[in-house]
């Protein structure tokens, strides 16, 4: 059975930094490409990040570039998501997300969420 | 970059089928998922490929993909279908994957 399960959230200062985890189980992190996709309070779904199954390309969506970082560690089932210079518009739920097998560009399993405040 | 439009909210009748619009330019070129978001809870993802149902996706939804518009078809809308509905689209020319702003549907 597939499950994803994030940690690490809380509240952090603006221009904090803060490391997401997202506990993996059911499958192994290298057969399959991950993401991190956030929702601000209220607001629709925003892709955040991508971690290719071979760990070997990433994307980022251009309001995180250069201050998100997304990795894994396959040894412990985890993937990351270390996050510089927060800002108000960085709050918000974190998801972790599975793709579908081969190259498939979509979303089959999520995990519950995160919830990341940024203070001023 | 690629931008995905969708309606703020539909309505419609228990048992009654609701239709669920997202253009975007050329949108038939591209793959669209389909995800489900109820309160409090993560989005499901309900139709991939277009037109795919996941396993355990009851058959009742269903999808199409044709020029500017792809749209989520839910018959026999049943409460528990009141939840956001998101459109997905992997954007090629960039690198991004871009979402819909999300529809609202409301069983009245």
């Known amino acids: 059975q597939v499950q994803l399960v994030e940690s690490g959230g809380g509240v952090v200062e603006r221009g904090g930094s803060l490391r997401l985890s997202c506990t993996v189980s059911g499958f192994i992190l290298r057969n399959f490409g991950m993401h991190w996709v956030r929702q601000a309070p209220g607001k629709g779904l925003e892709w955040v990040a991508f971690?290719?199954?071979?760990?070997?390309?990433?994307l980022y969506a251009d309001s995180v570039k250069g201050r998100f970082t997304i990795s894994r560690d396959e040894s412990n089932s985890e993937l990351f998501l270390q996050m510089n210079s927060l800002t108000r518009d960085d709050t918000g739920v974190y998801y972790c997300?599975?793709?579908?097998?081969?190259?498939?560009?979509?979303?089959?399993?999520w995990g519950q969420g995160a919830l990341v405040t940024v203070s001023s | 970059s690629y931008v995905l439009t969708q309606s703020p909210s539909v309505s419609v009748a228990p048992g009654q089928t609701a239709r669920i619009p997202c253009g975007g330019d050329n949108i038939a070129t591209k793959t669209v998922q389909w995800y489900q978001q109820k309160p409090g809870q993560a989005p499901v993802l309900v139709i991939y490929?277009?037109?795919d149902r996941p396993s355990g996706i009851p058959e009742r939804f269903s999808a199409s993909n044709s020029g500017h518009t792809a749209t989520l078809t839910i018959g026999r809308v049943e409460a528990g279908d009141e939840a956001d509905y998101y459109c997905h689209v992997w954007d090629n020319s960039n690198d991004h994957h871009v979402f819909g702003g999300g529809t609202k549907l409301t069983v009245l």
């Open positions: 490929y277009d037109s």
């Open positions: 997300a599975r793709e579908g097998r081969g190259y498939s560009n979509f979303f089959e399993y």
């Open positions: 971690l290719r199954y071979d760990g070997r390309d990433e």
